[in-house]
């Protein structure tokens, strides 16, 4: 008699440790491939690399932003605004230097008014408040341009 009661619940741990077949038949994956026809697609950015027996360029070694700034510099587009910002004056808190940003936050280096005079100050620019520099008084403004395309995660 025990031996009945025994042998269903051991066929039961049996089966419940074995994978189902038919999970390993069900497809990972069930949505189609969309193609999108909004113009022509992004720059690949994981380029194909150099064939064996070659040095590799600056176009086929970089990857990521990197690769994006060099095809950038070779069709003649700007990718990064490198241009140093305004410090020609000192802005004030009725007339700050605009910064301009498509992100709420960024982070700007002052070395000062006229350039280079004093240490180089790292300021967290935010949309909500004017921010000046520690050292020369300096106010910066964050010149937020939302695009309706572009979301931030935030951390």
């Given at each position: 008699m025990l031996a009945a009661a025994v042998r269903p619940a051991a066929f039961a741990?049996?089966?419940?440790?074995?994978p189902s077949r038919l999970a390993a038949l069900r497809a990972l994956s069930t949505t189609p491939a969309r193609s999108s026809d909004h113009g022509p697609p992004p720059p690949l950015l994981i380029p194909p690399g150099a064939k064996p027996g070659e040095v590799p360029t600056d176009d086929v070694h970089a990857t990521g932003l990197e690769r994006l700034q060099v095809l950038g510099e070779k069709e003649g587009v700007e990718v990064f605004d490198l241009k140093p910002l305004d410090s020609?004056?000192?802005?004030?808190?009725?007339?700050?230097?605009?910064?301009?940003?498509?992100?709420?936050?960024?982070?700007?280096?002052?070395?000062?008014?006229?350039?280079?005079s004093h240490e180089l100050h790292w300021i967290n620019l935010t949309t909500e408040k004017i921010r000046r520099c520690p050292e020369c008084g300096s106010a910066y403004a964050l010149d937020y341009h939302a695009h309706e395309e572009i979301t931030f995660q935030e951390a």
């Amino acid at each position: 008699m025990l031996a009945a009661a025994v042998r269903p619940a051991a066929f039961a741990a049996r089966t419940a440790l074995r994978p189902s077949r038919l999970a390993a038949l069900r497809a990972l994956s069930t949505t189609p491939a969309r193609s999108s026809d909004h113009g022509p697609p992004p720059p690949l950015l994981i380029p194909p690399g150099a064939k064996p027996g070659e040095v590799p360029t600056d176009d086929v070694h970089a990857t990521g932003l990197e690769r994006l700034q060099v095809l950038g510099e070779k069709e003649g587009v700007e990718v990064f605004d490198l241009k140093p910002l305004d410090s020609s004056r000192i802005g004030t808190l009725a007339d700050p230097i605009k910064v301009y940003s498509l992100a709420p936050e960024r982070i700007i280096g002052c070395t000062g008014c006229p350039a280079e005079s004093h240490e180089l100050h790292w300021i967290n620019l935010t949309t909500e408040k004017i921010r000046r520099c520690p050292e020369c008084g300096s106010a910066y403004a964050l010149d937020y341009h939302a695009h309706e395309e572009i979301t931030f995660q935030e951390a």
